[in-house]
């Protein structure tokens, strides 16, 4: 069965234009995350989605950053305009279900949309 | 302050050798956590979960610590293929720490 998809796999652009990452979660996956990777900052949580629904943004740095999950099968995450500083991995999750006390919740990441700024 | 924190290392260890990472935690309402591991430039992947005292999978043992905030994961006999970071995080809000490197050396 494929795994998360996202593509592009590697984008460099100039400072200004508009970056479009795309993620396909695992089918059947009610959760979807956007997350963003840097060496300084980590791993941190942009957006989540449940069942198309976007549940918590508060990760999202600001208005040039934006997410959409128009249906289970496929979410964006939009820079414009994009900056040097959003140079970073940014990797798209799915998991069948949050975890609880009797529950794993597995994030399954994609393989990541490794992003250039210049 | 994140929501959780770890030691980003590295830890250099011997081939064998026994290693653990602590992972402190700000939310004490937070009831499950995990450790992923990842692989440099790869995607991460869950290494265990962690809920009520911990959780052992043969060399790996997860533990989790209500009164001090923490949780810890100990890797006995350490081999070359341990080399990675080891990302621990909270399923409250599915956040994760910056990652503590681990490099195993023959």
Known sequence: ?118 | RKEVEQDPGPFNVPEGATVAFNCTYSNSASQSFFWYRQDCRKEPKLLMSVYSSGNEDGRFTAQLNRASQYISLLIRDSKLSDSATYLCGGYQKVTFGTGTKLQVIP
């Open chain 1, 1 to 118: 069965d494929a795994g998360v998809i996202q593509s592009p796999r590697h984008e460099v652009t100039e400072m200004g234009q508009e970056v479009t990452l795309r993620c396909k979660p695992i089918s059947g996956h009610d959760y979807l995350f956007w997350y963003r990777q840097t060496m300084m900052r980590g791993l941190e949580l942009l957006i989540y989605f449940n069942n198309n629904v976007p549940i918590d943004d508060s990760g999202m740095p600001e208005d040039r950053f934006s997410a959409k999950m128009p249906n289970a099968s496929f979410s964006t995450l939009k820079i414009q305009p994009s900056e040097p500083r959003d140079s970073a991995v940014y990797f798209c999750a799915s998991s069948l279900q949050l975890a609880g006390p009797d529950l794993t919740g597995e994030l399954f990441f994609g393989e990541g949309s490794r992003l250039t700024v210049l």
